[in-house]
């Protein structure tokens, strides 16, 4: 069995400038290594990490969510099983497909993203993550569930707060009291207005959410705080990173930009390639219900899998040239790439394959067709180098760009 010191410490500096030479070692030398500190085995190899989420064996439980995720967001759908499962999801999936995506969200959509980019075409420069990509889908979401925007700033320090806990993977007990903190600040905020919400109901998100009901099942005041918190938290930060790296990546790779701004139905295998070669969630855990078998050894009952999606998505043995970003390569299967079919990991796969991925989708067509069109020759502002950060979510923290203002 391959032990820890083999390769570069998940919570290394070295490790958080660049994992992608470690998590290369990982696949090699060391598919399966217990982390003393996380107190959980690392899993690298897209097998593996494939077999965990789709767990057709039930081998699998999201039990370590009780104490990952339940702390800042309270029960959510993350933690459920079985029946109970399949109906909480029944209850909120509509509004994320079909006519509810179709009719009422995508307005919603087109409209916060043009606002943001009536504030900056004119101007000729732009960080695109301060002034787009860390706003666009919090506004959509608040919007979304009739929320008022003008609280962005609380909603935004509320889910980076969440984030930090949920990649708190050294223990730092402050950054665990302040995601603790926002679980009580966000139920303060969001149970009355619910309450208002089921005495007058309209056409918004939460409306639905508290009309939902299936086989008698219906949502309770807590039950849907959870949701949204956690529609809040996993909705805005992984559409935030994903927006900052299909533009990182792209404007790294300029004849793919100039593809994409020629042809918009490139859009989706842009941000499908950029799930696989810079996903926005670099590793999900799982925890074992029985023993199981995986390369490289046994994990006993009831251990935390730490499963590295950022790994996975490169490994040579399921992609040609993995670390290649490439949106015309023909090993990833865009017309799949946000079902529960996907041949990436960054939704997940399975039961628990993400309920938002169509919301994301529909985002980032929206918002990424309206920057190129308000930004007809975006470049990167002279001399910057986009890099990204972060060991459990990562992106750009910053993406300056310039282009000729469209003064039409």
């Keep these: 069995m391959s032990t820890a010191q ?128 860390t706003r666009f889908p919090v506004n959509v979401i608040a919007d979304m569930l009739g929320l008022d925007k003008a609280d962005h700033a609380r909603f935004h320090g509320w889910y980076t707060t969440v984030i930090a806990f949920l990649g708190n993977l050294a223990g730092d007990p402050q950054v665990a009291a ?32 508290c009309r939902a009901e299936v086989d008698g099942v219906r949502m309770s005041d807590e039950d849907i705080k959870a949701f949204c918190s956690l529609l809040l938290a996993a909705g805005g930060e992984t559409t935030d990173k994903a927006i900052a790296s299909i533009f990182a990546n792209l404007l790294t790779h300029p004849e793919q930009l100039a593809a994409v701004r020629e042809d918009r139905s490139l859009i989706a295998r842009a941000f499908a390639e950029t799930l696989r070669f810079t996903p926005p969630v670099h590793m999900i855990m799982r925890q074992t219900a029985r023993e199981v078998e995986l390369s490289g050894g046994t994990i006993p009952a009831g251990a935390t899998v730490t499963c590295l999606i950022g790994a996975a ?23 799949t790439a ?28 929206i918002g990424v067709d309206q920057l190129l069109d308000a930004m007809p020759d975006l470049r990167l502002a002279p001399g910057f180098e986009p890099t990204e950060e972060g060991v459990f979510t990562r992106g750009p923290q910053s993406l300056p760009v310039v282009f000729t203002p469209v003064t039409s």
């Design 6 to 133: 083999q390769v570069p410490d998940i919570l290394s500096p070295e490790f958080a400038a660049n994992p992608y030479p470690a998590y290369r070692i990982m696949r090699e030398h060391a598919p399966m290594i217990w982390h003393e500190a996380t107190s959980s085995w690392i899993v690298s190899r897209y097998e593996d990490v494939e077999r965990v989420f789709k767990d057709k064996q039930n081998e699998f439980t999201t039990d370590n969510y009780d104490w990952q995720v339940e702390p800042v967001h309270g029960k959510t759908i993350l933690q459920l099983s079985g029946r109970e499962h399949a109906v909480r999801r029944a209850l909120v999936a509509p509004a994320f497909r079909g006519s509810d995506l179709q009719q009422k969200f995508l307005p919603v959509i087109e409209r916060n993203s043009r606002e943001l980019v009536d504030a900056f075409r004119h101007t000729g420069a732009v960080d695109l993550v301060e002034d787009y990509a």
């Design 178 to 209: 302040a995601g603790e903190r926002t679980r009580v600040e966000f139920a303060e905020y969001m149970i009355p207005i619910i309450q208002q919400r089921r005495d007058s109901l309209g056409d918004d998100l939460l409306s639905t959410l």
């Design 313 to 335: 998505n490169r490994d040579e043995q399921r992609y040609r040239d993995p670390d290649r970003f490439d949106i015309h390569r023909d090993d990833l299967t865009t017309t």
């Design 338 to 365: 946000f079902s529960a079919a996907a041949d990436h990991l960054a939704f997940a796969l399975g039961r628990h394959f993400c309920v938002g991925a169509l919301l994301a989708k529909a985002e980032v067509e």
